[in-house]
């Protein structure tokens, strides 16, 4: 397991990308997967950042580790508690020209994942734990 923690700052998420790739790497895990887990990363790490802690200051711990044959990252952050897992799906028949802008990273973080975890920390603030087959 190795962990990180990273200002919540847009210009960090080459930062967080660097870091959860090199220790899956590390870590062997399969390139592929590694892909998904930084685009679903980079995607949950901006939710934390933008509408989370909404340009105030705050931290993002990131936790890489492998359990059995799944990569597991886990993302910590003291922002007001939201559980992504409770967004519906969005309607994708709506076309694009119809749509607001944004409101995607959930659908995303979901398609590359084969797990998506949430718990409120009891201190407050938010546990999301994204977990991909990667050996």
Known sequence: MVTASFT???ENLVLIRRFVEKTAQNLQADQAAID????????????IIVH????KPGIIEIEVKRE?????VRL????????????????????LEKRCP???????????????RYLAMPQGGNE??????AF
Do not use: S
């Open 8 to 10: 919540a700052e847009l």
């Open 36 to 47: 998904d887990i930084i685009q679903a990363v980079d995607e949950a790490a901006c939710n």
């Open 52 to 55: 989370g802690y909404a340009a």
């Open 68 to 72: 059995r044959d799944t990569l597991a």
């Open 76 to 95: 910590r952050d003291q922002a007001a508690q939201f559980d992504p897992t409770t967004v519906p799906p969005p309607d994708l028949t709506i076309p």
């Open 102 to 116: 944004g409101g995607l990273g959930i659908h995303l973080i979901r398609e590359y994942m084969d797990q998506v």
């Open 128 to 133: 999301l734990t994204l977990g991909k087959k």
